[in-house]
């Protein structure tokens, strides 16, 4: 990882590969297990992977308290390092942060990829479209978020110091963006219709944290999306099929797609 | 050294039905409203004859749980001052971080103070991990909250000259103008309950005197000297009466009557701290560091460690005995004369207080057995106090 700075923010990012722009925006949690998904997607684009402001070894910046900082923050990013006609893909909590992007601007994005994303309420207000990942019990939270939680779940005791304080600050960030509302921004879905970039709808099978049908309502939501399933694949299918989610993203946005 | 009886107005007879949470997610159809009425009216008996006794009287709140029905704790206080007249009512205490509506929680203590005609002492608690799911407050800025509550409050209690407009990181008022303002002036004294050295400095540099629980014979000198420097550094005045300790204490006429009543109030600690472990650590609710830390250990396992025996090996408080209580300095139990030598003790190891936080009933200990422990202790240990010297 290195460090780029963005206004008062040193950004921590992966940079990698050659070709056209493609920004990542990861999710609360498992942020390291992303690295064959990312290095696969790096043979055809130039990857831009950051973990988060406040999230990893770094403090959250003064000032930053919901998930509109953090999308104002990126847009600032892509323009401070001139990522044009980008494909701007966000997994979980990450394609939340890149939903509030593009309905403020979708001035820099050529592509939008949505993997098991949130952010979004449809449902009725006892209805809970997103599964409670504060309140679940550890053993039904890995099972819902993971198809084979034995696979990717790490074993805490091997990491370091370093590595499970980054652990810890990513959760204490999410659930700072995240807590109430929970996981969601109230507003957000009157505005989906501004979110005028094609966009891919991507969703794990089996994700217990939001369902499948929670993705097609999103994908119906938004003005020009399609969606697809990935099967074999819970809450992170980047994690868990990266090759599969690769290609689907490589076939909806590897074409030259200048706008 | 002022004394003051604490009872967690525990539901205790859905402790049956319960095994690995005694929180958050129980069922209220465990709560029978008949049982729970009478349950409610002889603790606040209980407390009423503390005026008699001398003894002051303290309550807190929890939430979501059968180990603690005091869901509210300015209710019973607001009870209490009116049907006891002479001894002192502490809440220990309020979770400013937790509460919505900090002006609400000024006019609740303002009003008190008026009403009791000064007698009320705040406390202001951030609470403990398993409080944030019934508030839904975000742990993970609960410290931020805490203190900009703290702030406001004080601000409105002590403001007389009509409306101020408060626009804070988390609290925003165009219109402070809290009615009453209080009895005591400027304000009511302000407690805090701390567990650590850390937070016992954050209180020294305001002077609000701390209470501690459960940190025993080990953990209790680092805490209160930590205080005492940093009260000292400040240059605040340093009282014993800035230091108080929870015990929990049960005295009989003989030794095994003593015991036997400290072992019924023991049920608290057993179960006190039976919590789905899922609740135990809210993301942010600790530092980064320790959260990390955390992850490495089994389910549950945060607050593991925080009761440990004199020579420092940690407790399991579900089946800690009153044998193993005594010796960590969490409980005082037996005859008068024990209780006595063992409060002397512990006093003396831990550089003195001023204030004693009696836990006189807990559990399935019975009010003629509550009447007792409470009678007796302020017959035969009371009026000894003054030999500790504060």
């Not at chain 1, 039904?140 to 810890?168: G, N």
């Not at chain 1, 980047?238 to 989610?245: F, L, M």
């Not at chain 2, 030794?255 to 006190?272: F, K, N, P, V, W």
Request: charged residues 25%; glycine residues 8%; aromatic residues 10%.
């Amino acid at each position: 990882m290195q460090r780029i700075d963005i206004g008062e923010v040193s950004l921590e990012i992966s940079i990698a590969g050659d070709g056209r722009p493609l920004l990542f925006l990861h999710g609360g949690d498992y942020f390291v297990q992303n690295r064959a998904f990312l290095d696969r997607l790096a043979q055809r684009w130039r990857v831009f992977a950051p973990r988060h402001p406040g999230f990893g070894a770094t403090e959250r910046p003064d000032g930053f308290r919901t998930v509109h900082d953090l999308a104002y923050f990126y847009l600032d990013m892509i323009k401070q390092q001139g990522l044009d006609d980008a494909v701007l893909v966000g997994a979980s909590f990450g394609g939340w942060i890149a939903l509030e992007m593009c309905v403020r601007s979708i001035e820099r994005v050529g592509r939008l990829v949505l993997i098991d994303t949130l952010g979004v309420k449809f449902g009725a207000r006892e209805e809970r479209d997103i599964a409670d990942i504060y309140a679940l019990p550890t053993d039904e939270l890995l099972r819902r978020t993971f198809f084979d939680p034995q696979r990717w779940v790490p074993d805490y005791r091997q990491l370091s110091d370093e590595e499970v304080t980054a652990i810890a600050r990513d959760r204490e960030a999410t659930a700072l963006y995240g807590w109430r509302p929970y996981m969601h921004n109230p507003s957000l879905r009157q505005w989906l219709h501004r979110v005028r970039a094609p966009a891919l709808v991507l969703w794990g099978d089996n994700d217990g944290i939001v369902r499948p049908d929670y993705g097609e309502r999103l994908c119906r939501a938004l003005p020009d999306a399609r969606f697809a399933t990935i099967r074999q694949a819970g809450h992170y299918p980047q994690i868990e099929r990266p090759d599969e989610v690769a290609d689907a993203i490589e076939g909806f946005a590897g074409a030259e797609v200048k706008r | 050294m002022k004394v003051w009886h604490f009872s967690e107005m525990a539901y205790h007879p859905a402790w049956p039905e319960l095994r690995d949470s005694y929180r958050v997610v129980i069922p209220s159809r465990l709560f029978d409203p008949k049982v729970g009425a009478d349950l409610y009216h002889r603790y606040l008996d209980e407390w009423a004859l503390c005026d008699e006794l001398g003894i002051n009287i303290m309550t807190n709140e929890h939430h979501a749980t059968a180990t603690c029905a005091d869901s509210v704790c300015t209710i019973p206080m607001a009870i209490l001052a009116r049907e006891t007249k002479k001894v002192r009512l502490l809440a220990l205490g309020m979770p400013i971080g937790n509460r919505n509506d900090p002006i609400r929680v000024a006019e609740e203590y303002s009003m008190l103070d008026v009403i009791s005609r000064g007698r009320i002492e705040m406390g202001f608690v951030k609470g403990v991990p398993f409080e944030i799911s019934p508030a839904n407050t975000n742990p993970a800025d609960l410290v931020g909250r805490f203190w900009e509550a703290h702030d406001l409050i004080l601000k409105a209690m002590t403001s007389h000259d009509g409306p101020f407009n408060w626009e804070g990181t988390h609290f925003h008022y165009r219109s402070v103008n809290v009615w009453p303002r209080p009895w005591q002036q400027p304000h009511p004294p302000l407690w805090m309950p701390v567990g650590s050295p850390s937070s016992a400095m954050e209180a020294a540099e305001r002077g609000m005197t701390i209470g501690v629980l459960n940190t025993g014979w080990v953990r209790t000198p680092p805490i209160f000297e930590a205080y005492r420097q940093k009260a000292a550094e400040v240059g605040r005045p340093m009282t014993p009466h800035r230091l108080a300790y929870m015990a929990l204490i049960g005295v009989g006429d003989t030794r095994e009557e003593g015991e036997r009543r400290a072992d019924q109030i023991l049920d608290y600690s057993r179960t006190s701290g039976i919590v789905a472990p899922q609740f135990m650590n809210p993301p942010g609710y600790a530092s980064a560091a320790q959260s990390g830390q955390a992850l490495r250990m089994s389910a549950g396992g945060f607050r593991a460690g925080r009761i440990q025996s004199r020579d420092g090996c940690p407790i399991d408080p579900r089946r800690m005995t009153v044998a193993e209580a005594v010796d960590a300095g969490l409980c005082f139990a037996g005859t008068p004369d024990d209780v006595f030598a063992q409060l002397r003790a512990f006093y003396d190891h831990v550089g003195g207080f001023g204030h004693l936080l009696m836990m006189g009933q807990g559990g399935l200990l019975s009010h003629e057995e509550t009447v007792a422990n409470l009678s007796l202790f302020s017959r035969e240990v009371l009026p000894r106090l003054g030999e500790l010297g504060t």
